[in-house]
């Protein structure tokens, strides 16, 4: 299948046969020479993102924001393959609809996303809707939240405990919470601080490029060096003694006040096929990080 054809990674299908591929994707001596960040970002390369975001975002400059619903194809296929990729464009066209949702700060009910799905694929919403909110979460770092269970009622809220999602007041932009939380992790990952090349190696893997316009990211460089370490989600520093001149990042006093390593940690390991506990050492670090963050906590309260 042509590069970029390809569906979704194949843990986003959240099937055991499929489960157990991307597992597989590593060999045992690879896996075992592998770095935390190699590991965590494999994925990426198995998948064009810049592809799923077009498609996402191909149809927001039209009247309506979103293709109707007839131009879809309204068909039962038996092919497995065919039914699969239909389904992908099922759920990345309820996307759209919910990256519309999330920017009016509206909630959303399962009536209201059946009424965005081709009639033929209604029986298969679960898996649709699985697909759309893994892509809300890969892409954009937004997490589809059911809040009533009666209603089926659900909240569209910025992922990993952070506030900020890089949308400016008033204007319909696009979400940039999915890419923090990426070099979030990629810093823990390279032991609590990481080089630009560090960075940008990974980022060139979803096809994120230091200098280049991006459709949602605008010039990344600016992002991460501006943006970001305003917002002071990031800190960007001189190595000590590099000879030439080298940069790294950190995670800013915001990121800590506002998420742990823990849980960007396991926001990116489930899409990776990776059981955090495959990397013990990181995952016990994470664990020890939270887990002392809570102790202060407590202490603090108790001395108030």
């Known amino acids: 299948m042509p590069y970029t054809q390809r569906t979704l990674p194949s843990e986003l299908e959240r099937g055991p046969v499929a489960q157990s591929q991307a597992t597989g994707l590593v060999g045992e001596e690879e896996a075992r020479d592998a770095t935390p960040t190699t590991l965590l970002f494999r994925f990426l390369a198995e998948v064009s993102v810049t592809f799923l975001l077009n498609e996402v975002i191909g149809e927001t400059n039209e009247e309506d924001q979103e293709p109707h619903i007839?131009?879809?194809?309204?068909?039962?296929?038996?092919?497995?393959?065919?039914?699969q990729n239909a389904l992908q464009k099922e759920a990345l066209a309820l996307v759209r609809y919910l990256l519309?949702?999330?920017?009016?700060?509206?909630?959303?009910?399962?009536?209201?996303?059946?009424?965005?799905?081709?009639?033929?694929?209604?029986?298969?919403?679960?898996?649709?809707?699985?697909?759309?909110?893994?892509?809300?979460?890969?892409?954009?770092?937004?997490?589809?939240?059911?809040?009533?269970?009666?209603?089926h009622t659900h909240v569209l809220v910025i992922a990993a405990g952070i506030t900020y999602d890089g949308v400016?007041?008033?204007?319909?932009?696009?979400?940039?919470?999915?890419?923090?939380?990426?070099?979030?992790?990629?810093?823990?990952?390279?032991?609590g601080c990481a080089t630009e090349e560090a960075i940008w190696q990974v980022l060139d893997k979803?096809?994120?490029?230091?200098?280049?316009?991006?459709?949602?990211?605008g010039i990344p460089r600016k992002l991460l060096m501006e943006d970001f370490v305003y917002e002071q989600y990031l800190e960007y520093h001189q190595v000590p003694g590099s000879d030439p001149i080298a940069y790294e990042f950190r995670w800013g006093p915001r990121a800590y006040a506002e998420t742990t390593q823990r849980k960007v940690l396991e926001h990116w390991a489930k899409y990776?096929?990776?059981?955090?506990?495959?990397?013990?050492?990181?995952y016990e670090e994470a664990l020890q990080e939270e887990q002392g963050a809570n102790t202060n906590d407590s202490t603090s309260l108790v001395k108030e």
């Open 100 to 151: 519309r949702q999330y920017n009016s700060c509206q909630p959303v009910t399962d009536v209201d996303m059946l009424s965005h799905i081709t009639g033929g694929y209604r029986p298969h919403f679960p898996v649709i809707l699985d697909k759309a909110c893994i892509c809300m979460q890969l892409l954009f770092g937004i997490d589809v939240k059911e809040v009533d269970t009666v209603f």
């Open 206 to 217: 979803m096809e994120v490029y230091p200098d280049s316009e991006h459709v949602i990211f």
């Open 272 to 282: 990776s096929g990776i059981d955090p506990n495959s990397i013990p050492t990181l």
């Open 168 to 191: 400016l007041s008033h204007v319909q932009g696009m979400p940039k919470t999915g890419l923090l939380i990426i070099v979030l992790c990629i810093i823990f990952t390279e032991g």
């Open 70 to 83: 007839q131009e879809r194809e309204d068909v039962y296929p038996d092919d497995d393959e065919i039914l």
